[in-house]
């Protein structure tokens, strides 16, 4: 009832959750719901939370925004006691907070269902169903392109849940970070054990072969010295340059926002697809709704 981690889903409900999010951006679904959805973001967003209340608004639905600022927690109202209240409320809750495993704390405190909006650099699995979305509709496919995922590998969420995905779809995967933001080798581990997943490390600019480059900001909220984070931000960017030997149809995506990672010339360029992949965040999350809604009533 709950999409807490992208681990959550299988391949088969990943790919229904696809076809659907087809069906609704063609605007082939007609469903409407009677029904409230709560979003409550306690870390900053633009995409996640607006898409989801545009996707409730398109479903029919209506939709709360709780506002940490201005709530009860101010007085010292705990956060369990916040969402059990919440859940009274509303239908659906959507989360996002910097900390890791409160999604999932709040799943297992109220028995209507939580969306992940992410969780501290644990999980974004919404985001991974749009990256997913975006490249089979862009590409035709998953499996067996050469993805090449660039950028601050360590503490992103997107990427945790990104790698997971790929490499279930059978995907073959670059990885390209500055030193010490490397992805995680337990998770590399994991992957490799449970999907056979073909994983490459390297540190050139370079993408010849690469059929998607997926680039992600240095996440600066999340270091623990600002002025390492800074460093880093500064020497890190994507430029026209690195495009030169790429293919025809690479394609460039980026969960966004992007800040200095990405020079504003490639957005110009006809293979960076990051905008229309924001886009695609309202019919996959009217996908996602519809899909835990559904399965609530079959259940
Ligand atoms: N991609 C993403 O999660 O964007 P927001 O932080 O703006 O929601």
Do not use: W
């Not at 409900?13 to 609704?24: F, G, H, Q, T």
């Not at 969402?83 to 509303?90: D, N, Q, T």
């Not at 010339?265 to 006809?270: F, L, Q, S, V």
């Amino acid at each position: 009832m709950n999409l807490i981690s992208i681990r959550d889903l299988d391949k088969k409900e990943i790919e229904k959750i696809l076809d659907l999010s087809e069906e609704m951006a063609a605007g082939k679904i007609k469903r409407k719901y009677d029904k409230i959805l709560a979003t409550l973001f306690f870390e900053p967003s633009t995409r996640t939370r607006l898409s989801f209340q545009a996707a409730a608004l398109r479903l029919g639905m209506s939709y709360l925004d709780f506002s940490p600022e201005t709530s009860s927690l101010k007085k010292g109202e705990t956060f369990t006691d916040t969402i059990k209240v919440i859940s009274g409320y509303a239908d659906v809750l959507v989360i996002r907070h910097p900390k890791e495993g409160t999604a999932r704390l709040a799943g297992d405190a109220i028995e209507k269902p939580v969306i992940n909006g992410g969780d501290g650099g644990n999980q974004h699995p919404t985001q991974t169903l749009i990256d997913l979305f975006t490249i089979r509709k862009t590409k035709g496919k998953i499996s067996n392109l050469n993805v090449s995922l660039l950028g601050d590998l360590k503490h992103a969420r997107t990427m945790q849940s990104l790698v997971y995905a790929l490499a279930m779809f059978g995907a073959k995967i670059t990885l390209i970070s500055p030193k010490g933001l490397e992805l995680d080798p337990t998770l590399i581990k994991e992957v490799e054990e449970k999907f056979d997943a073909k994983i490459k490390t390297k540190s050139e600019l370079s993408f010849n072969d690469a059929d998607v480059l997926y680039v992600c900001r240095i996440q600066e909220e999340r270091f623990a010295d600002p002025y390492e984070a800074k460093r880093i931000k500064e020497q890190f960017m994507l430029k026209s340059e690195h495009l030169k030997n790429t293919k025809k149809d690479l394609v460039i995506l980026s969960p966004l926002p992007k800040i200095n990672e990405i020079s504003h010339e490639i957005d110009a360029n006809n293979k960076a697809k990051y905008f229309e992949q924001a886009h695609y965040g309202v019919p996959v999350r009217m996908a996602i709704i519809d899909y835990l809604l559904g399965r609530q009533t079959r259940n």
